[in-house]
């Protein structure tokens, strides 16, 4: 069976060194990239300003507090998608086989090219090239699986380069947090120091038993990775460009209210299935068709993003230039394309520490329960019009309306 080789490769604090490329005074100094309101929240940070404790996703009061003397900059999405696409071409180019996990994150399978150049040497030439040709600084970890080599990655930043040959998985990944491994969040984190554990080496000792009773099938699954076993291949990148829906009516409708309603679910959905997808949007398309059979479309450009209180607004003014009062209404339907990868979840520029909190929660209720378990006020309408129950079975929780 041949060896495997998986390349994992990190772009280094993205966001500030993109912004970096654009103004090179701000090269050395700590950086904070995000809302420049003190409710909004960091995006990116750059080394500087994590000396002092900050992080991404902190509140952006908090971080100011920390280090007084960074810069705020509130980014531009469309510079890092741009500087994004250009590392991507760099390793379509080279690379066979290749997973774009985020906006700044990619794994390649490189099995197979010992016998022709190194694996090594073929992962550095690729890695320098790409600091040359677009400026940017770049880390990786190479392994014989994903695990091991996201976590070189991280040891091997910032800018330089890691290689875990075979069998020294384990030993390289003994002294280091268990927070390093993958999976891995605060609440695991905290449940294993409350068990003693802080570092691999420790879950690498404990039987696989006590991890699956005390964390479950997530406990199992750490287990091996703290081991460094990870059959996990790497996904042929695909960029998907659009997700849509569309709705017919048994009964042709004129109820305002209600076609609204059904928009805006048919909307929060959607901004849904971005945001788990890792996935960020820059068209809206709306859909009309009447009870004659003519059907209508419109569409906008936007900012890209994935965030409902955002897509929400265009998707209705879209509707309000397209309906005909004179006329039933057949079908209506919602189109998200111009898709690219997303590293965030949602829009950090623009949102509160509240809304972002707001939407991770909604999140996980939905991926625990299903993807109509909540919906916002404004979706509820999607109910009770002609038609099967968009919600399958049990109603989902109402969460109202809110303005932060």
Known sequence: MQERSIMHLDLDTFFVSVERLMDSRLRDLPILIGSTSDRGVVASCSYEARSFGVHSAMPMKLARDLCPEAIVIRGNSSNYMKYSQMVTEIVKEHVPLYEKSSIDEFYADLS???????????????????????????????????????????????????????????????????????????????????????????????????????????????????????????????????????????????????????????????????????????????????????????????????????????????????YNRRLLVRLVGVRFSHLVGGGYQINLFDDTEERVNLYQAMDRMRIRYGDRAIVSAAGMGARTIGGPNPFNGEPPILLANRKS
């Not at 677009?134 to 695990?147: A, D, E, Q, V, Y």
């Not at 406990?219 to 960029?239: C, F, T």
């Open 112 to 322: 197979g090219m010992d016998k022709f150049y190194g694996c090594m040497m073929f992962a550095h030439e690729l890695r320098q090239r790409i600091i040359r040709e677009t400026g940017l600084p770049i880390s990786f970890g190479l392994s014989n699986n994903k695990t091991v080599s996201k976590i070189a990655t991280g040891e091997a930043k910032p800018n330089n380069e890691i290689q875990v040959c075979r069998g020294e998985e384990m030993p390289f990944l003994a002294p280091l947090s268990v927070k390093k491994i993958p999976m891995v969040g605060d609440k695991t984190y905290q449940t294993l120091r409350h068990l003693g554990v802080k570092v691999v080496q420790t879950v690498q000792e404990m039987p696989m038993e006590l991890m699956e009773t005390v964390l479950g099938k997530h406990g199992i699954m750490i287990w091996k990775k703290a081991r460094g076993l990870d059959n996990s291949p790497v996904v042929q990148y695909n960029e998907r460009k659009s997700i849509s829906t569309e709705r017919t009516f048994e009964r042709d409708t004129i109820d305002i209210g209600k076609l609204k309603g059904i928009l805006a679910a048919m909307a929060e959905n959607l901004a849904f299935q971005l945001r788990r997808g890792q996935k960020l949007t820059a068209c809206v398309t709306v859909r009309i068709r009447y009870s004659d059979f003519n059907t209508y479309s419109l569409q906008k450009r936007i900012p890209y993003t994935s965030a409902d209180h955002i897509l929400f607004p265009q998707v209705m003014e879209l509707f309000d230039k397209l």
